[in-house]
């Protein structure tokens, strides 16, 4: 049979495995007695809307308990799918959880695809399509600033933002229409050109501020792909190892020992660090080394942000000179490490060398320099330091960006028409163009292959 959007669905919403609670979550217009069915002591169907019930999970043909359970009931419209939503609270592991699952799903519900609470959600009003996507980047959020932008935009901060847009150009158009409608007046033709010019320009203002805050949105977002990179046993896995605040790399007095690129991801003042430990670079017969030195430039290529490293207690060597000319066009900081040891040069011999980037001296083995890391790195990528108004609206989703680029190019397009002259009932094409594309954003207009492809990306159960 088919599945449609009308089907009772059912899914684990709690990571698989051994815990103390599991959540098996179901939805749609029969939840309710496909869960009652299932449940001893409590009628589900005359329960209040949004309690919970305690109850043993039963198997009706067997008449066999599967788990003594905790159910919460909650009545549409005021539910997250803003259909009937029945969650089952049974005892966590694979077992039991499984069972309950299946349960559900021999007696009248079907398996959720990943993502379909959420697309229901959606689908049912509940959310607009930003704040849909929103829903998985707080899942996926990995420090507190990028949760908090995640928690904006699932209030709906960009929503009535872009709403608001939609609004203003709507309204223009609409007076565009009336004004052309009635050509008798000698004025119209001015005076609806320069009600296009005026607005035009001042919504592709707004969204050329939007489009300036998604560099810190991106970075809060996906974090900063980081590479640390130095000639052998300058640090570099000192420095990983201390910005995990754990062992991950092995650390030793032996040249080469990291031998292929470790990747974490850590939190530094509030930015989240993809950080990739790499080989040192040097010239090497070892053949692993060289391909570990081969696999570290390759990651220097792609990264967002580089720390190199130099040992400040030993002569700067050419291989070092090599780094910091390899990096002078990538944001960089230097970091002149071991300064707990005699200094071998001084940092204004390489002046020329590192440019503007940031110098930090540092010793990794007694915690120095690493406070001045955290807040360099934030000021590096944002100038006024990590933002923590929570009223900011951050834009943080790649598909809001390239729809914003083209909302703004449909702006360009307006202007450059007005300026040349154009009819305005030809202008006023591109107007609509980039009300339309706004409208994508919001899930105002979309297309049921974006809808398939966005909520593919969820997990089961939400």
């Not at 049974?90 to 007696?107: F, K």
Request: proline fraction near 3%.
């Amino acid at each position: 049979m088919a599945q449609t959007e009308a089907d009772t669905i059912a899914a684990i919403s709690t990571p698989v495995g051994e815990g103390g609670i599991a959540i098996i979550r179901v939805s749609g217009d029969q939840a309710i007695p496909v869960v009652n069915q299932l449940v001893r002591g409590k009628d589900l169907t005359t329960v209040a809307s949004h309690t919970i019930n305690y109850g043993h999970l039963m198997d009706p043909e067997s008449k066999a308990e599967v788990d003594e359970v905790m159910v919460s009931v909650m009545k549409a419209p005021r539910t997250y799918t803003k259909e009937d939503v029945v969650e089952i609270n049974c005892h966590g592991g694979l077992l039991a959880t499984n069972r309950a699952l299946q349960l559900v799903l021999t007696h009248g519900a079907r398996l959720a695809e990943p993502g379909e609470f959420t697309k229901r959600a959606f689908l049912n009003g509940r959310l607009d399509l930003s704040q849909a996507e929103a829903v998985m980047d707080l899942i996926r959020a990995k420090t507190d600033r990028s949760m908090q932008v995640a928690l904006n935009q699932l209030d709906g901060d960009l929503s009535r933002l872009i709403k608001d847009l939609r609004k203003q150009i709507l309204d223009v158009l609409a007076q565009v229409e009336v004004n052309i409608d009635y050509p008798e007046y000698d004025a119209v033709e001015e005076m609806t050109s320069q009600l296009l010019k005026e607005k035009a320009t001042m919504i592709r203002d707004h969204l050329t501020a939007l489009l300036a805050s998604a560099k810190q949105g991106k970075v809060l977002r996906d974090g900063l792909a980081t590479a640390i990179i130095g000639r052998p046993n300058v640090g570099k896995s000192s420095l990983l190892n201390t910005l995990l605040h754990e062992d991950k790399a092995i650390v030793t007095n032996v040249a080469g020992t990291t031998r292929d690129v470790i990747e974490e991801y850590v939190n530094v003042k509030g930015v989240p660090l993809h950080l990739i430990d790499t080989a040192g670079i040097r010239d090497t017969a070892d053949q692993v080394e060289k391909i570990g030195v081969e696999r570290s430039k390759q990651a220097l290529k792609a990264a967002d942000l580089v720390l190199l490293l130099l040992d400040i207690s030993r002569e700067i060597t050419d291989e070092d000179r090599e780094l910091l000319e390899l990096t002078a066009k990538q944001p960089r900081i230097v970091l002149l490490n071991k300064t707990d040891l005699p200094h071998r040069f001084d940092p204004a011999q390489i002046k020329d060398l590192v440019g503007a980037s940031p110098v930090i001296e540092t010793s990794i083995t007694s915690q120095t320099g690493i406070d001045q890391l955290g807040a360099a790195i934030a000021k590096l990528f944002f100038e006024q330091g990590v933002d923590r108004n929570q009223g900011t609206v951050l834009v943080t989703n790649a598909r809001h960006i390239s729809l914003l680029h083209q909302a703004k190019d449909a702006l360009d397009d307006v202007l450059a028409g007005l300026e040349a002259g154009m009819p305005v009932d030809l202008v006023q094409i591109d107007m609509t163009r980039c009300w339309d594309l706004l409208g994508e954003i919001t899930g105002d207009h979309y297309q049921d292959e974006l809808l398939d492809q966005l909520f593919s990306q969820f997990c089961l159960g939400k």
